[in-house]
Nanobody, 125 residues
Framework: QVEVVESGGRLVQAGGSLRLSCVAS????????MGWFRQAPNKKREYVAS????????GYLDSVKGRFTISRDNAKNTMYLQMNNLKPEDTAVYYC??????????????????WGQGTQVTVSS
């Protein structure tokens, strides 16, 4: 059984930093793409960042480029999202997603088969 678990979300002031973590277990393939999405209140869930198996192929939402850094540690089956210079508009539930089916960095929800329950990030002004 596949399990995807996020952690690290909390309340932080604008300009602050947070690091989110995501651990995936029970996957049947040894290589897979991982991604972060977020959903703000009354908004659709949106793509934030994704990373390929080797950590070389990486993609970001334009509004987080230069502030967020995605990385992964395959030995620990863990992905990270380092978020710096946080803004109130970054407030959202952040979800981790896993794609075992394609090496392409998908930007859409349907690209990912497995999802975590989300972790709340709140940025106060």
């Amino acid at each position: 059984q596949v399990e995807v678990v996020e952690s690290g979300g909390r309340l932080v002031q604008a300009g602050g930093s947070l690091r989110l973590s995501c651990v995936a277990s029970g996957l049947t393939r040894s290589t897979y793409v991982m991604g972060w999405f977020r959903q703000a209140p009354n908004k659709k869930r949106e793509y934030v960042a994704s990373i390929g198996w080797r950590g070389v192929n990486i993609g970001y939402l334009d509004s987080v480029k230069g502030r967020f850094t995605i990385s992964r540690d395959n030995a620990k089956n863990t992905m990270y999202l380092q978020m710096n210079n946080l803004k109130p508009e970054d407030t959202a539930v952040y979800y981790c997603a896993v794609d075992e089916d394609s090496p392409i960095l998908g930007h859409q929800e349907y690209n990912y088969r497995y999802w975590g329950q989300g972790t709340q990030v709140t940025v106060s002004s």
